[in-house]
């Protein structure tokens, strides 16, 4: 073990490494076991074939001119080689079609200019309004909601919006939950869900009376459970009842009073509330699934299954049931259309990813569950007939 120490400290670590990249879970102590003896294997034969050649007492190159001038030249042609591929972002060309697709989402102006309608806080204490979706010259008759995944939606809810020829209003902001009277602390003790953000939003929707429509979406799944699909070790988080009613409960509890607070809220004012149903977290980055399938081929057995998705959501899904029964909501389940024949979630077709991480819908994500709202647009269409003929009528 002493003579091959060198050759096990060089060749641990990219065995671990690049098995633990393609196998993508934690690794098993039977093929932990495994890697440690292909280790000492390999450790053996690099002794005998490349350090002993070199070292012993009949080197490959006796001349120690010569070996110094290889030298120089690997190190220059390396240097150069390092230099090219620096140059050119990498190796981009090796898979070209792998590159487009990641580009796609790495790329994503939808997605960025998205984040600049996250400034709501500002906008509303400089009495702005804000950003808006649909068609410009129409009245503003619904407004979407919520966090980091309502702000993934945002692609649908447009295209819907153009269709039908109306327009809403975004009011999202990352990690904020739409449950008024509710901060959350993480382990690391950092705050969200700041309830200023809320309490902004739900004054906005006060000072229009036409605005019907209210989308309510986030990572619901998250908030219930306190923690990510898939998420090990990580920040965990839990929320805290700001109104100081309500101390000790669960994070699913919590979510409960703070949802129902915002709905109570919203149907007073007589707003109907459509409350989406998360799509479902892929546990990996869709990236590096598409990218593995690719390159080595077969991937698709690690994405969940719908069955284990719902049976994961159970309490959510209970939840959700519960709060349908409540006069004016309507839940929409998008993680429906995003499975395959055997009930396996899908993350890319006709070339383009479905996701942009783990949990986020892409653009074309967005657009693919876009029908799901297609009775909620439809009914804000007919509302809004409805009440024109009635104007007229008068």
């Known amino acids: 073990i002493g003579l091959i120490s060198f050759s096990l400290y060089l060749w641990h670590w990219p065995l671990f490494a690049f098995a633990k990249y393609l196998i993508f879970r934690e690794l098993t102590p039977f093929e932990i076991t ?9 450790s053996i034969f690099s002794l005998k074939f490349i350090e002993q050649p070199f070292r012993g007492t009949e080197p490959v190159l006796p001349d120690r001119k010569n070996l110094f001038a290889l030298s120089a030249m690997t190190m220059i042609i ?7 591929i620096y140059l050119q972002k990498g190796l981009p060309g090796r898979y070209p079609d792998v590159s487009i697709v990641l580009k796609d989402i790495s790329d994503d102006p939808e997605w960025d200019k998205a ?5 709501i806080t500002a906008r509303l204490s400089e009495g702005k309004v804000p950003a808006r979706v649909g068609v410009k010259n129409s009245t503003p008759s619904f407004i ?6 309502a702000r993934a939606l945002i692609p649908a809810v447009s295209l819907q919006a153009n269709q039908l020829g109306i327009s809403g209003f975004i009011t999202t902001q990352s990690s904020h939950p739409p449950i008024l009277g509710m901060d959350g602390i993480e382990s690391n003790m950092n705050v969200f869900c700041n309830h200023t953000f809320n309490d902004g939003v739900i004054s906005f929707i006060k000072q229009h009376p036409d605005m019907k429509t209210v989308i309510l979406a986030a990572v619901w ?18 929320f805290k009842d700001v109104t100081g009613i309500t101390r000790n409960q669960s994070n699913l509890s919590f979510l409960k009073i703070g949802l129902t ?13 459509v409350i989406v149903s998360d799509v479902p977290d892929i546990g990996y980055d869709a990236g590096r699934i598409y990218w593995l399938s690719n390159i080595v081929g077969g991937s698709a057995f690690i994405l969940p299954t719908l069955a284990e998705y719902r049976e994961r959501n159970k309490n959510v899904y209970a939840l959700l049931s519960e709060l349908a029964l409540c006069r004016n909501v309507t839940i929409i389940y998008p993680e429906s259309l995003l499975v395959d024949k055997t009930g396996r979630t899908i993350i890319m077709a006709k070339n383009k990813l479905y996701y942009r991480d783990s949990q986020h819908l892409s653009k074309y994500g967005a657009e693919f569950v876009s029908p799901v709202f297609d009775e909620v647009f439809k009914t804000i269409v007919n509302k809004s007939i409805l009440q024109q003929s009635f104007s007229y009528m008068k």
């Not at 495994?34 to 390999?42: P, Y």
């Open 34 to 42: 495994g890697i440690i003896f292909a280790t000492f294997l390999i």
């Open 115 to 119: 984040g600049e309608y996250e400034k």
């Open 78 to 84: 390396a240097s150069i080689i390092g230099t090219a």
């Open 144 to 149: 979407l909601w919520g966090d980091s995944h």
């Open 221 to 238: 799944e998250c908030y219930a459970n306190g923690i990510h699909f898939k998420q090990i070790g990580g920040t965990t988080l839990q």
């Open 261 to 273: 607070r915002t709905i109570v809220a919203l149907t007073s004012l007589g707003c109907h509330v």
